[in-house]
């Protein structure tokens, strides 16, 4: 968190890049896993999340699949609970509550990431669909505009041609879910519609991933 308010049309006043942070080193080198066997996992960059998949016999979901599975049947409601952004005063996920981001006042118990399985499942019985971490999907973004809104991760990539021609080697995917950093005031993204674009070669402490069958239900 910072000391005082910033200005928020530039992520750079709160993201920092921190050498030598990693899976098992979250926050910094000298930082570790203690306590944190049961929450989600996090920086992990998009070609390892797909090769994790791969070797548990599972793949990525695509962006559709996911935002069906977040929606835990409740087809058209803003929020995976409902309508009602409740995140200000019962929170049913874990967002960030108070004022962005210098004040989090841990109305949903959590500054970070929260154990998995904290808060009620959805209705399809599936676990922090929504806040907590971002989420890796295998879709592709294909277009990235200067007018699309605040991001919270960074700027994105496409899948258009680098300046000097040529493919960019480090294209973006869509991200879903939000994280425990989205609020309203900035990053409203905790809804199942919301969605990110995210280069592929970016990993951070609020992104992770979930695995879904490679059979089709």
Not at 88 to 109: H, I, K, S, V
Not at 143 to 166: D, F, I, N, V
């Given at each position: 968190?910072?000391?005082?308010?910033?200005?928020?049309?530039?992520?750079r006043n709160w993201r920092g890049w921190?050498?030598?942070?990693?899976?098992?080193?979250?926050?910094?080198?000298?930082?570790?896993?203690?306590?944190?066997?049961?929450?989600?996992?996090?920086?992990?960059?998009?070609?390892?999340?797909?090769?994790?998949?791969?070797?548990?016999?599972?793949?990525?979901?695509?962006?559709?699949?996911?935002?069906?599975?977040?929606?835990?049947?409740?087809?058209?409601?803003?929020?995976?609970?409902?309508?009602?952004?409740?995140?200000?005063?019962?929170?049913?996920?874990?967002?960030?509550?108070?004022?962005?981001?210098?004040?989090?006042?841990?109305?949903?118990?959590?500054?970070?990431?929260?154990?998995?399985?904290?808060?009620?499942?959805?209705?399809?019985g599936l676990f922090d669909m929504i806040?907590?971490?971002?989420?890796?999907?295998?879709?592709?973004?294909?277009?990235?505009?200067?007018?699309?809104?605040?991001?919270?991760?960074?700027?994105?990539?496409?899948?258009?041609?680098?300046?000097?021609?040529?493919?960019?080697?480090?294209?973006?995917?869509?991200?879903?879910?939000?994280?425990?950093?989205?609020?309203?005031?900035?990053?409203?993204?905790?809804?199942?519609?919301?969605?990110q674009p995210q280069t592929i070669d970016?990993?951070?402490?609020?992104?992770?991933?979930?695995?879904?069958?490679?059979?089709?239900?």
């Amino acid at each position: 968190m910072t000391d005082p308010p910033v200005d928020l049309r530039d992520y750079r006043n709160w993201r920092g890049w921190t050498p030598g942070a990693y899976w098992r080193l979250l926050l910094r080198p000298g930082s570790s896993l203690d306590d944190l066997e049961d929450h989600p996992v996090v920086h992990v960059a998009y070609p390892d999340a797909v090769a994790f998949a791969r070797w548990a016999g599972m793949r990525l979901p695509s962006e559709a699949e996911w935002e069906c599975a977040a929606r835990g049947g409740l087809e058209g409601a803003e929020f995976a609970w409902g309508d009602q952004d409740v995140q200000e005063t019962m929170p049913r996920a874990n967002t960030w509550q108070g004022g962005f981001p210098y004040e989090n006042t841990e109305l949903d118990g959590w500054t970070r990431t929260s154990p998995v399985g904290f808060y009620a499942p959805n209705g399809h019985g599936l676990f922090d669909m929504i806040g907590n971490i971002w989420e890796w999907t295998s879709t592709r973004h294909r277009e990235a505009s200067p007018t699309a809104g605040s991001r919270c991760c960074g700027p994105p990539r496409s899948e258009q041609l680098a300046p000097m021609g040529k493919p960019d080697p480090f294209p973006s995917r869509i991200i879903k879910g939000g994280s425990h950093l989205c609020t309203i005031q900035y990053c409203f993204r905790y809804r199942p519609a919301a969605r990110q674009p995210q280069t592929i070669d970016t990993s951070a402490g609020h992104i992770g991933f979930r695995c879904v069958s490679r059979e089709a239900p």
